[in-house]
């Protein structure tokens, strides 16, 4: 069922800059600081505001912030989705290659899909569906044999889509690999250090394993198309920069990202 969205491309309504404030829960026990975090991305980012609430922030690593939302469905019922704010140094190919393994690779066989994706200016927000799921560390020492196959055999099940489409994950470990005990639901996270194999089928993961060759790429063919009507346009200044491995993430300013059509026809997000 899809939420009821304001197109995230809207004009700013007048009101919106301000009435993210409402938005942030009042009553939770959210600590001060993690209230502060969401009133900040409702600024940085002022399309969530009519679109989703978020509750609370479920992940913070180097280079993301997860949050917990609900989006209002046209049944009246909420829809639990997550929403990944990555940090916004984090170089533009990377951000839209990791939409792109969501994009194409994700949404079956235990690889986490893409609902949509937002952006203002430096801030990118993709938003998926949420898993609820366990702490390995707390269910570690509790797992069964039979338990530790099943996990094992729909890792392995992930792995084998990823692969399929020539994606090299590079950071599997439990944090990545989200695994809700009760419903014996999986979902592989994350796509923000993959990388491609030479055949890859995801057409940014071929621009970015090489400095050379994103770099050659970027300087013939500054207009990247990627598959699903993703695209993105390389400003000359980044075009100069170096896209290497982890530092990926941490260098450049935004390009300009447009994804039009998701999986399906379906409009996952529009970028301004
Ligand atoms: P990072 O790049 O910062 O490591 P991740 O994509 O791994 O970001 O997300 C960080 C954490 O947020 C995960 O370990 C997981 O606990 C939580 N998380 C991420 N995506 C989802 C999701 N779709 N549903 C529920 N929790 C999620
Ligand atoms: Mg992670």
Do not use: W
Not at 60 to 66: K, Q, R, W, Y
Not at 132 to 143: C, G, P, T, V, Y
Not at 158 to 170: D, P, Y
Not at 215 to 229: E, F, K, M
């Amino acid at each position: 069922m899809e939420p009821v969205l304001k197109s995230p491309c809207d004009e700013q309504h007048p009101q919106q800059a301000e009435d993210f404030h409402g938005n942030v829960e009042q009553s939770s026990k959210l600590s001060a600081g993690v209230k502060k975090d969401i009133e900040k991305l409702y600024e940085a980012v002022p399309q969530l505001v009519n679109v989703f609430k978020i509750k609370e922030k479920i992940g913070e690593g180097t280079f993301s912030s997860v949050y917990l939302a609900t989006a209002q469905l046209q049944t009246g019922y909420e829809e639990k989705i997550a929403l990944k704010h990555l940090i916004p140094t984090s170089h533009p190919l990377r951000i839209a290659a990791e939409l792109q393994c969501l994009t194409v690779a994700g949404g079956q066989d235990n690889v986490m899909g893409v609902k949509y994706c937002f952006r203002k200016n430096d801030h990118v927000v993709i938003v998926m569906p949420y898993l609820e799921h366990e702490s390995f560390l707390d269910i570690l020492n509790s797992l069964s044999f039979e338990e530790v196959r099943e996990y094992m055999f729909n890792l392995f099940k992930a792995l084998r889509r990823i692969h399929h489409f020539g994606i090299v994950h590079r950071d599997v470990k439990p944090s990545n690999f989200l695994y809700n005990r009760q419903l014996k639901k999986y979902a592989l996270v994350d796509f923000g250090l993959a990388q491609g194999t030479p055949d890859t089928k995801i057409e940014l993961l071929k621009t970015a394993h090489s400095e050379d060759q994103q770099r050659s790429c970027l300087q013939t063919n500054p207009v990247v198309a990627l598959g699903n009507g993703v695209s993105v346009t390389a400003p000359e200044q980044i075009a100069q920069q170096s896209a290497s491995k982890a530092a990926d993430r941490r260098s450049s300013s935004l390009s300009k990202v447009q994804m039009k059509q998701g999986r399906g026809g379906k409009v996952l997000s529009l970028f301004y």
